[in-house]
């Protein structure tokens, strides 16, 4: 009976227990009147972010967002996890408040209340100074040539990045103890709806004959300012049955009008810079897989010289232009037959290029060579080997090519 009784005049406090929540690192007491209680968390975040910003930096550009402008709290939402709480507070939680005073502080879990429609817009404003359109590929007509051109992918900020970034840092709290969300802006890349290798797989020229890599150093800037406009024009053009390709036409004069740098080239038998200096490069690189691809050598010049930057395809595969006096001319001998030249910079250290046709190659080819070397002269005898397999079926002579050597 005495048990009863006291169980009986304790229940008025059990059920006045005080009620305790932790939110945004603080406690907060819990009053009957729970839209006071959001309230005044709601006061205490909008304390605790006064003076502190999102900023965004983008080459240069910068915006900065005071966090007053673009967050707050979920009211609503807060006011039902408060409410949820007061149902979950068991008696023993209580009943250890009244006896013991041992205060139990429940976790409040917050939803935060982000103006992405704000952030959006100044994200937008940096894409209009940053941001670039892209072109889809496309196949035209380029001096008497069927030539693609390659897409240029569009670039934009990822704003999905920056939103998830401003959403981690609320939600771990991260603002509680930092003065700014400080985001440098990364672009992405959008890729068009037609590309180089899409147009090429319509086009049916998808099997790869021959490729090549050379090297090129990045630090010659010139020389590789003048490699990439060499790249350019020959890059995708499509050699129909029969049709003959001119090196020299195919880029023109080398001007410095036209973009041509000065860089080292052989002048005279010497090595000087000279406008369009470098480009025998991108001719010799394109020499070795025009051979292996069965295709016919018009006009070929080995180099006079060779030695160290000169030395970037193997001895007797090199391919010297000078317009308009000397080129580099070949011939797609096969009358069903179509080829797509592929000319790039990979990495900013390589030059590659591939030749595609639209049907497999019934036969294989390969380099031979005979070498001799007297002093500082050299000679190179080139030949073509067509294979069935492994068998030789016919071994072709190229051409002679003989060179002075330095170190």
């Known amino acids: 009976m005495k048990k009863s009784l006291m169980i009986l005049m304790l229940i008025p406090f059990m059920l006045c227990a005080e009620l305790r929540v932790r939110c945004l690192n603080r406690t907060f007491l819990i009053t009957p009147n729970v839209k006071k209680t959001a309230a005044s968390i709601e006061d205490e975040f909008r304390y605790i972010v006064r003076g502190k910003s999102l900023v965004l930096e983008m080459e240069g550009s910068r915006f900065s967002i005071p966090y007053e402008d673009f967050i707050g709290m979920k009211r609503r939402n807060l006011e039902e996890r408060i409410m949820e709480i007061r149902k979950i507070q068991n008696s023993w939680d209580k009943l250890n408040f009244t006896l013991f005073n041992k205060k139990k502080v429940y976790d409040l879990e ?32 380029f001096k008497g040539f069927e030539r693609i051109t390659r897409e240029e992918n569009a670039t934009r900020i990822n704003l999905q990045e920056v939103m998830d970034n401003i959403h981690r840092h609320f939600e771990s709290l991260e603002f509680l103890t930092k003065p700014e969300l400080h985001l440098k ?24 004959s021959a490729s090549i890599e050379t090297h090129a150093d990045p630090q010659d800037e010139s020389r590789m300012n003048n490699l990439l406009l060499a790249l350019r024009d020959i890059d995708g053009v499509i050699i129909k049955p029969r049709q003959t390709v001119s090196y020299n036409h195919l880029l023109g004069a080398r001007t410095k009008s036209r973009g041509y740098l000065d860089a080292n080239g052989i002048v005279g038998g010497k090595l000087v810079p000279s406008v369009g200096g470098g480009i025998c490069q991108v001719s010799s690189s394109l020499y070795g897989p025009v051979l292996l691809s069965g295709m016919d050598i018009i006009e070929q010049h080995n180099h006079s010289l060779r030695g160290p930057g000169l030395d970037y395809v193997p001895a007797g595969e090199d391919a010297a232009v000078v317009y308009p006096d000397k080129d580099f001319s070949f011939r797609n001998p096969f009358p069903d037959r179509r080829f797509l030249i592929s000319a790039r910079m990979v990495n900013d250290t390589t030059v590659s290029i591939k030749i595609f ?3 497999p190659l019934t036969f294989s080819y390969r380099l031979d060579k005979k070498e001799k070397q007297s002093g ?25 090519n003989y060179y002075k050597l330095f170190d």
């Open 185 to 208: 802006l990364r672009m992405i890349e959008i890729v068009p709806l037609f590309s180089f290798a899409g147009l090429s797989r319509e086009q049916g020229l998808i099997f790869e």
């Open 110 to 141: 917050t939803e935060f209340r982000i103006d992405e429609e704000l952030v959006r817009n100044r994200v937008e404003e940096l894409n209009q100074m940053h941001a670039r359109s892209g072109v889809d590929a496309k196949i035209s007509d």
């Open 357 to 359: 046709t639209d049907k």
């Open 376 to 400: 500082k002269n050299l000679s190179v005898k080139l030949f073509r080997l067509k294979c069935n397999g492994d068998e030789v079926i016919e071994r072709e002579f190229i051409t002679d």
